[in-house]
């Protein structure tokens, strides 16, 4: 049974285990290890704790196990979107994107974008989103390809 909820100061550890295992364990396959090696991290649980707690956060939760999370800014951007690799492909991540895209419509917003992974991509483009362009970021001195995409709201 997966339900969506708001985010709580207790799911910062969980959050934190589905962001990292997120990224070594699915994300690797499109990745080399040294850049896996420069996303993966937390450094500041704090600093994390503060970003979760400042803005609309959901948590994906299959009966009483955190397996997901979400969030949005003010401006549309949708910052974060993991499962956890046990839990993937059983829903969770879009209806944590459902979620999102409902409180952005409730609050006004034409439309939501994201910077989505070269993992992450497939899923984005068959829920509606399209790559505005291919992008380079730098992560502790890795590069890394993702794509910036957005979809329309109506």
């Known amino acids: 049974m997966l339900t ?15 962001f990292l295992r997120a990224i070594r364990e699915v994300a690797s396959r499109d990745y080399n ?15 994390w704790a503060g970003r979760r707690a400042s803005r609309p956060t959901w948590i994906a939760q299959n009966v009483d196990v955190v397996i ?3 969030d949005l800014e003010p401006d549309g951007h949708l910052d974060m979107l993991f499962v956890h690799p046990d839990h993937q492909g059983r829903g969770a ?17 034409k439309r939501i974008f994201t ?8 899923f984005f483009e068959r829920r509606g989103f399209t790559v505005l362009a291919r992008q380079t970021v730098e992560k502790r001195g890795q590069l890394l390809d993702n794509f910036r995409m957005a979809k329309a709201l109506e």
Do not use: M
Not at 4 to 18: Q, S
Not at 97 to 109: F, I
Not at 115 to 122: C, F, G
């Open 93 to 109: 991540a879009s209806l944590l994107l459902e979620k999102v895209e409902a409180e952005a419509r409730e609050q006004g917003l």
């Open 4 to 18: 969506i909820r708001p985010y709580t100061t207790e799911d910062c550890d969980a959050t934190i285990e589905i």
């Open 115 to 122: 910077e989505a992974s070269l993992t992450a991509r497939p």
């Open 68 to 70: 997901g999370f979400s």
């Open 33 to 47: 290890p040294a850049q896996v090696n420069a996303w993966a991290q937390v450094k500041d649980r704090e600093a």
